[in-house]
Nanobody, 130 residues
């Protein structure tokens, strides 16, 4: 079992920054893939950042260059630094842990599909106003 607890959400103006944290506990050593997802009202949950145990990261084009994921293995904590926030970034943000890898562009990477992740946090709300 793995427990995930997110923090750091809040309300900011467009162009602002936030740093989300996800504290992990339990059987974390088996979770090679950690990710951040977000879900806006009426929309599907979508990945915004992925990091594997080796520190390799992947981002969708919508956040590339603005969001940075990192992990502190000693503290069992995952982070998401979000800069240049836009109103369309408004959503509930979730931390997720899993082990599934899939082939993308000829390489094997952590999955970007929500259904491949085994454990989820409760979410933290991010609201960006214009």
């Amino acid at each position: 079992q793995v427990q995930l607890v997110e923090s750091g959400g809040g309300s900011v103006q467009s162009g602002g920054s936030l740093r989300l944290s996800c504290a992990a506990s339990g059987n974390t050593y088996s979770m090679s893939c950690m990710a951040w997802f977000r879900q806006a009202p009426g929309k599907e949950r979508a990945v915004v950042a992925i990091i594997n145990s080796a520190g390799t990261t992947r981002y969708p084009d919508s956040v590339k260059g603005r969001f940075t994921v990192s992990r502190d293995n000693a503290k069992n904590t995952l982070y998401l630094q979000m800069n240049s926030l836009k109103p369309e970034d408004t959503a509930m943000f979730y931390c997720a842990a899993g082990r599934i890898q899939r082939y993308y562009s000829g390489g094997l990477y952590c999955s970007d599909a929500a259904y491949d992740y085994d454990y989820w946090g409760q979410g933290t709300q991010v609201t960006v106003s214009s």
